[in-house]
């Protein structure tokens, strides 16, 4: 979280909270690209708050990151998993990305036999839970 703080002072990117627990269970490099992905997203469309938890209930981790950017309307909601989908008709690949990034936490998520979904929060929106 430090050096995404770095790299975007003007974010505010909070560890939430971590629950200590055994996750020998998750693939820790798959978990780490789901971060990244989900981490970048919350950069892309955040006013100033991003906060990133993960905790554990049993035998099922949950990874929230939670952003105050507008939210994505609940009709659209399914669609952000498909590939190459962008919601924002104004971006395109040379404002950055192709559709790819929450499609691909939608592909791990199913890989470890778990969900993906974005739900309102708090701050915005909340997305995946494994």
């Not at 995404?4 to 996750?23: C, F, K, S, W």
């Not at 006013?47 to 950017?69: E, K, M, Y």
């Amino acid at each position: 979280m430090e050096d995404i703080q770095m790299v975007n002072p003007q974010r505010e990117v909070t560890l939430h909270e971590v629950v200590a627990g055994d996750y020998g269970a998750l693939d820790m490099r798959l978990m780490e690209r789901v971060l990244d992905n989900l981490v970048n997203n919350a950069l892309r469309y955040s006013s100033q708050r991003i906060q990133v938890s993960l905790t554990l209930a049993g035998s099922w981790a949950t990874l929230q990151v939670n952003d105050d950017g507008p939210g994505i309307d609940p009709a659209e909601r399914e669609r952000v998993f498909e590939p190459f989908v962008r919601l924002d008709p104004s971006r395109d690949r040379a404002t950055g990305g192709c559709g790819l990034g929450l499609a691909i936490v939608h592909s791990i998520a199913q890989a470890m036999s778990g969900e993906v979904s974005c739900r309102t929060s708090p701050l915005g929106w909340r997305l995946l839970q494994l």
